[in-house]
């Protein structure tokens, strides 16, 4: 692309984060900085383009619309999945498990289900579980406000038994929603049922963890579920093998996750 002088690349950029703050922002980290004898030079890179022009003709916005437009979709749906009674989980469960994280993260993580903890909270992954997911983000930098968190189910099975097929197809629309809206580049499926339900079925997590597959634009991911490493420890070193698998594309595909790198 030709490059643009400061002040009208200034200009430029200042209207754009004015109208449109969320992507602008999004996308900060992708200005390249050119230093020449006549002062710094700033260039929008393709992949600047590319995001903004894809994410705001997904979602069906507008430019100047795209945030106020964004934060409505979201309320309304938390507020149909908060009023669901689909299936008896509706029934039994003390609070809706919706999502945590970063709502326009590029990495986006999915459990099977909300246990104990999760169900009392509120919140995903919360518990034992999740105290150790938050150690395994934090191995390769990242944390809840770099990543989205959700679940195949938004509520818990009693006993933390496996959701039924039923139940999880009566959720799909919850989640499939929740990935619309998040618009990630990368999914991580966390266990056998996440990967069985989004990337195939079936899904043999022994074999097939930690490889990569194309998933409606999207590329997936399937490692252990941190309730299955607090059971068997000995399947913890593969894990951290699949995290760097998964630092690397995070690199790759979109490093503005790591803005210092």
């Known amino acids: 692309s030709t490059p643009i002088k400061s002040s009208a690349a200034s200009d430029v950029y200042k209207r754009q984060r004015q109208s449109c703050p969320v992507l602008c922002g999004l996308v900060t980290n992708?200005?390249?900085?050119?230093?020449?004898?006549?002062?710094?030079?700033?260039?929008?890179?393709?992949?600047?383009?590319?995001?903004?022009?894809?994410?705001?003709?997904?979602?069906?916005?507008?430019?100047?619309?795209?945030?106020?437009?964004?934060?409505e979709a979201w309320t309304e749906l938390k507020q149909a999945c908060a009023q669901c009674r689909r299936c008896g989980l509706g029934e039994t469960r003390h609070h809706l498990v919706f999502g945590d994280g970063a709502e326009d993260a590029r990495i986006m993580l999915i459990g099977e289900g909300p246990g104990e903890q999760e169900d009392l909270q509120g919140l995903p992954f919360v518990g034992p579980a999740g105290k150790l997911l938050d150690d395994m983000l934090e191995m390769i930098y990242l944390d809840r406000t770099k990543v989205y968190i959700a679940n195949i189910v938004k509520c818990r099975p009693p006993h933390n038994r496996d959701p039924q097929f039923v139940e999880q197809k009566c959720c799909s629309e919850w989640l499939r929603r929740q990935i619309a809206l998040v618009d990630p580049a990368i999914i991580v499926c966390l266990g056998r049922i996440a990967a069985t339900a989004l990337i195939k079925d079936p899904f043999r997590i022994t074999r097939e963890h930690g490889q990569w597959f194309d998933v409606n634009g999207r590329r997936c991911m399937a490692i252990y579920h941190p309730s299955a490493l607090l059971r068997d420890t000995s399947k913890r070193p593969e894990t951290f093998v699949?995290?760097?698998?998964?630092?690397?594309?995070?690199?790759a595909r979109c490093p503005e996750v790591y803005p210092d790198a």
């Open 30 to 71: 992708r200005l390249q900085l050119l230093f020449s004898h006549r002062g710094i030079i700033i260039r929008l890179t393709l992949h600047y383009n590319r995001f903004l022009t894809n994410r705001l003709q997904k979602a069906g916005l507008s430019k100047e619309k795209e945030p106020e437009r964004m934060n």
């Open 242 to 251: 699949d995290l760097k698998t998964l630092q690397r594309e995070i690199y």
